[in-house]
């Protein structure tokens, strides 16, 4: 995705910054080299849950938060929590940074929830409580949940170990009869011996393809129909789940999910995590190395307004990040990282897809991969696209304008613009695209991925995004051959966008330099770091929380570190140095240590000093 002036006026769309410096699993620890795993020391990690010591080291929203006053009673002892309760229009927070040691088996959190409203309805909830591990929300009660004493909750938290979160609950109260949540004997326990290895380097699940059918309604916002998934483990250590990622659910609420996943077959499903982004599918049997196996599911989708990768610009609807993919799980364990609109958090393994996509016969609907169209029902055309060995696969559907043409080097380009689109823009965006495509394939391998359809709007608040075969840009030269660059690096080079965003972000903007005959010269004079834990190499957990400074570091100096590295290593030798590790791992995935290494074996000069003060760690 490339950062342009529209993501500045587009900021308001942004959510508040990740509380915690780490969310999920999948820490930068996943671009280096595997260390065994940590033994597991069985611990209690929550201080002072019962708030019986004072209110350290909680933090509250104000003192009468943590509280022994009358009207309430504690489970224990004397102290507890409550919030709100006041009858009005309210908001108290609790919250506490904590620590899951690694190794366990399991990591449970309890608490003991007493709630009592005033509220006499009994189908809606105007008064809520949420508890949230970092950005994750965990469970929210209401109103609708008063009960006469407390119960205890009890809420599987295993996929924290090893990471520093912050555990918080938040009390909304809306303008009248009150609601008190009431909190005590807080813990977060950890059991199990020592826990099995997360498994061995290898990305499982493996060689995954994926076949979909949907149907849209006359607008092209809404799709339903149904998906499977066939995928092996490539891994020794069997598989007995797995987890789809749903990161369009971003873009709604646990209770009015935009995508809907039901009538699992080959698996069962849990309950959504992660905000609802990931369903875990448990196996019926544990999935050997080597072994296949296919899941299947309905899915409907339906696309919220506003011009963004996933939402609708009036009558022309963008579908990015739709189709759920299957999580990759390596050393590090599962890949369940939230979904941030600041960047990317997507991180998938190359795969093939073939989707039919059943609409009116008014919309054009260009998509990932190589599109045939087919007559179908009365009014209705059927789109069926066919990709291999992308990431992801999106799609738009509306009543777009299109032009054609064919580069030099002979890929398809196709591009579709909105109304308002001028044809001078539009056919200045072919011309870029048609150029864009050939500059980054002389430099780094053939395109591989047949036609390459531009899908351009000048409403898109975040500038451009970046699918297979399939990009959606404002009218801006810079802005679509970055995009374009983008079909390398993460689409056939990948990268943990969420943990290593400058692998694609700032090798692309590198790449669009040299397409647009940018030498970088002195760019590396202007770096002014805002503090010593800002890093290139930063993941987006840091750059969420600290959202300013995204672009300007991983962009900017991104880009400029890669033309310092040119030039302390020559411009023919940071040539074959991009191709070789382009080529060496083409439809694989790229880290930061593998590219250091490669970087490092390309001269004999020792770069350690090069990467300590262009601040890349990995």
Request: glycine residues 10%; contains cysteine; proline residues 4%.
């Amino acid at each position: 995705m490339r950062s342009t002036p529209h993501k500045v006026l587009g900021a308001g769309a942004l959510t508040v910054a990740v509380v915690a410096a780490l969310v999920l699993p999948g820490t930068p620890a996943a671009a280096r080299p595997a260390a065994a795993p940590a033994a597991c020391t069985p611990t209690q990690v929550v201080g002072n849950g019962g708030f019986e010591n004072g209110t350290s080291p909680w933090s509250a929203s104000s003192s009468t938060v943590i509280t022994s006053r009358f009207g309430q009673t504690a489970h224990n002892g004397s102290s507890y929590a409550w919030l709100d309760g006041v009858g009005g229009t309210h908001t108290d927070t609790l919250s506490q940074s904590v620590t899951v040691p690694a190794g366990c088996d399991t990591a449970t959190l309890t608490f003991w929830l007493h709630i009592d409203t005033d509220e006499t309805t009994s189908s809606v909830a105007y008064d809520k409580l949420t508890a949230k591990i970092g950005s994750t929300t965990l469970a929210t009660y209401s109103n609708l949940d008063d009960n006469t004493g407390y119960v205890q909750k009890s809420i599987d938290v295993s996929a924290y170990a090893g990471q520093s979160v912050t555990l918080s609950f938040t009390g909304t109260e809306d303008s009248s009869l009150q609601t008190s949540f009431v909190l005590d004997d807080i813990a977060l326990n950890t059991s199990g011996g020592s826990a099995p290895p997360p498994g061995d380097s290898t990305r499982t699940p493996a060689s995954p393809s994926y076949t979909a059918n949907l149907s849209s309604d006359t607008s092209g916002t809404v799709w339903t129909g149904h998906e499977s998934a066939t995928f092996s483990n490539a891994s020794a250590t069997a598989l007995t789940e797995v987890y789809l990622r749903l990161w369009d659910n971003y873009h709604g609420t646990c209770d009015a999910m935009p995508i809907r996943v039901t009538n699992v077959t080959g698996g069962t499903a849990g309950a959504p995590s992660v905000d609802c982004t990931a369903l875990k599918i448990a196996l019926p049997a544990p999935l050997a190395q080597g072994q296949s196996t296919t899941i299947g599911f309905d899915l409907g989708i339906t696309v919220p307004s506003g011009a963004d990768r996933f939402g609708h610009d009036g009558a022309y609807s963008f579908i990015g990040n739709a189709l759920p993919v299957l999580a990759v799980r390596d050393s590090a364990g599962w890949h369940l990282d939230p979904y941030t609109d600041n960047g990317e958090s997507f991180y998938s393994l190359a795969a093939d897809f073939k989707v039919t996509l059943d609409h009116p016969s008014g919309l054009l609907v260009p998509a990932t991969g190589t599109s045939t169209d087919t007559p179908g029902s009365s009014g209705r055309t059927v789109t069926t696209a066919t990709a291999s060995k992308v990431r992801d696969f999106a799609w738009a559907a509306g009543p777009f304008a299109k032009i054609s043409g064919t580069s030099a080097a002979g890929v398809a380009v196709n591009v579709y613009s909105v109304s308002g689109i001028s044809s001078a823009s539009a056919q200045s965006m072919l011309s870029t695209a048609k150029s864009a495509v050939d500059a980054h394939a002389a430099r780094f391998g053939a395109y591989p991925y047949g036609e390459l359809d531009a899908v351009i709007d000048n409403n898109y608040w975040f500038g451009g995004m970046e699918y297979p075969g399939f990009v959606l840009d404002v009218v801006s030269t810079t802005a679509l051959t970055h995009e374009i660059g983008h079909q390398w690096w993460y689409g056939i080079v990948g990268d943990d966008e969420y943990n290593s965003p400058w692998l694609d972000e700032a090798f692309t903007d590198y790449a669009t330099d040299l397409a647009l005959g940018k030498t970088g010269a002195n760019c590396w004079s202007s770096v002014s770091w805002a503090s010593s834990a800002e890093k290139i190499s930063n993941s987006m957990a840091y750059w969420d929380a600290h959202s300013s400074r995204y672009s300007t570091v991983v962009y900017g100096y991104g880009k400029c570190a890669l033309h310092d590295l040119r030039r302390a290593l020559g411009d023919t030798a940071m040539s074959k140095l991009l191709k070789d590790y382009a080529t060496a791992h083409w439809y694989g995935v790229s880290t930061t240590a593998e590219f250091k290494s490669a970087a490092q074996a390309a001269t004999s000069t020792d770069l350690t000093s090069f990467w300590t003060q262009h601040r890349i760690d990995g």
